[in-house]
């Protein structure tokens, strides 16, 4: 069974300082990964998507991941952090299983950012 | 085009009572999950509607929780005689191909 854990529970950073957002998945083989985002009170929003084309994919709101199998991560990243950034990520992995994409969730990732 | 909508956004209920959660997925997406997401947790797989195939129920936490789909469309999900554990943001996603696009959720509160 494949399964994601996410590093950190919380992730504090100031405004206009880099974001790293910690995954590490496991899988009998190669995954498809994702990256969703939760504003409070809002859906959940598909940030980007690994699907075995390029392993640094780019998603939108500057963010962007890079896939490493070597060392079975996948961590969220972006230059520089916006007040609206602040939110609750989810490293996601989806596994094939009864005819479909199942996704599994990580427990999630809490973002804020300072002034 | 309109998204995945989901009604009531908030529903507060005694224990004991039956509660009907509903989903209205993206026009045209053959696929339909529901997800449960316990405070501070990541989201809990509950039902899996593809088209007119029978659901994959696998999720389903107790003999309580039911859903259907009617018309390969709209989707309710039905708790009977609520607990107070079943408090949680439940989730409904629709999709074509891999990419799942989430609904806003329904609050549901167990008092």
């Known amino acids: 069974a494949q399964s994601v854990t996410q590093l950190d529970s919380h992730v504090s950073v100031s405004e206009g300082t880099p974001v790293l957002l910690r995954c590490n998945y496991s899988s009998s083989y190669s995954p498809s990964l994702f990256w969703y985002v939760q504003h409070p009170n809002k859906g959940l929003q598909l940030l980007l998507k690994?699907?075995?084309?390029?392993?640094l994919v780019k998603g939108i709101n500057g963010f962007e991941a890079e896939f490493k199998k070597s060392e079975t991560s996948f961590h969220l990243t972006k230059p520089s952090a916006h007040m609206s950034d602040a939110a609750e990520y989810f490293c996601?992995?989806?596994?094939?299983?009864?005819?479909?994409?199942?996704?599994?969730f990580g427990a999630g990732t809490r973002l804020a950012v300072h002034p | 085009g309109a998204g995945v909508s989901q009604s009531p956004s908030n529903k507060v209920t005694e224990k004991g009572k039956d509660v009907e959660l509903r989903c209205d997925p993206i026009s045209g997406h053959t696929a339909l999950y529901w997800y449960r997401q316990r405070l501070g947790q990541g989201l809990e797989f509950l039902i899996y509607f593809q088209g007119n195939s029978a659901p994959d129920k696998s999720g389903l936490p107790s003999d309580r929780f039911s859903a259907e789909r009617t018309g390969g469309s709209v989707s309710t999900l039905t708790i009977q005689r609520t607990q107070q554990e079943d408090s949680a943001v439940y989730l409904c996603?629709?999709?074509?191909?891999?990419?799942?696009?989430f609904g806003p959720g329904t609050r549901l509160t167990v008092l």
């Open positions: 996603a629709s999709s074509e191909l891999s990419t799942q696009y």
């Open positions: 996601v992995v989806s596994e094939f299983s009864g005819g479909y994409n199942k996704l599994i």
């Open positions: 690994y699907t075995s084309a390029a392993t």
